[in-house]
């Protein structure tokens, strides 16, 4: 899709974060000077709109700096916010790209049930055979006979290959298999799809600790990226997943889905500003060509509703 379609349907997936932000922030700033109670005012509509604390502190802190007890109109205040969020997330955006070296190149997808792991695996499988590559997929959410097959008819849709084992099955030991049939085909992506819920949370972390150590018997590079997938519209809630597998599982990079039609869309502002983690794609529907490349200016812009 072209650069200006997938801007119009970002914008478009974030008219309800960005519509709640307008609203605010045109009430409050409305051809008034920028004092410190108006500044104070839009934090807080920063604060709701999942910002962040911390970082609508920061964002309002920097429009102090340019704009303090000046005449602005709401547009010109959308915009400055615009500038730093994307100042903040610039730095941060960084595409998934497999290194040709790695035969292959490994990618573990994590994350809490429904997050759009399965899905997001699929979206990434299209995208790379679209580029010629060679793909394999590890069905390694081997809790649930409906997961294996999910990704089945991805492994389908896309021309990826599926390695599957049978329900309840050891995902580790399946992430090694796969490993191997994409060594044997010279496969240039394995991308291991896991469970999001299991008899707990400890158990879920165990059983990621210990793909990531087999497949890293392999390759002691692997898994290459660590990939969390997150969904836009638990919100802040998306903070302490983050902090969880960070610390259990090192991971690399984030995905964050569902930014269409998701109120809580600014809330990749505020885990960017904290975590520093690259920002890898974010979903922007269910469909295979609903993943695309995190770019923080045309985010940043779509999500203050300006174009
Ligand atoms: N609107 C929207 N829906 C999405 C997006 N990504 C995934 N979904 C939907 O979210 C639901 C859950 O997606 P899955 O890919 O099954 O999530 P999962 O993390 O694999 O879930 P578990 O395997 O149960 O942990 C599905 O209905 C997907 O179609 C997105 O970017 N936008
Ligand atoms: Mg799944």
Known sequence: MSTDGWFARLRAGLTRSSDRLK???GAIVNSRK????ALGELEDAL??????VTTAATLVAELSRHRFNRQVTDEEVRG???EHIARILGPLAEPLSPDPANRPHVVLVMGVNGTGKTTTIGKLAQHHR????AVVLAAGDTFRAAAIEQ????GRRTGATVVSGKEGGDPAALAYTAYQTAQSRDADLLLVDTAGRLHNKRHLMDE????RRVLGKLDAEAPHDRVLVVDATTGQNAHAQVETFRDACDITGLIVTKLDGSAR???VVGLGERFQLPLHAIGVGEGADDLKPFEAQEYARSLMGLS
Not at 34 to 37: A, E, I, K, W
Not at 130 to 133: D, I, S, T, V, Y
Not at 151 to 154: E, V
């Open 23 to 25: 609203d605010s922030i």
């Open 34 to 37: 920028l004092d410190s109670t």
């Open 47 to 52: 604060i709701e709109s999942d910002i962040g």
């Open 80 to 82: 400055d916010l615009a």
């Open 130 to 133: 679209e580029k010629g590559l």
């Open 151 to 154: 990704l089945g008819i991805w």
């Open 208 to 211: 990621l600790v210990k793909i």
């Open 265 to 267: 869309g600014g809330v």
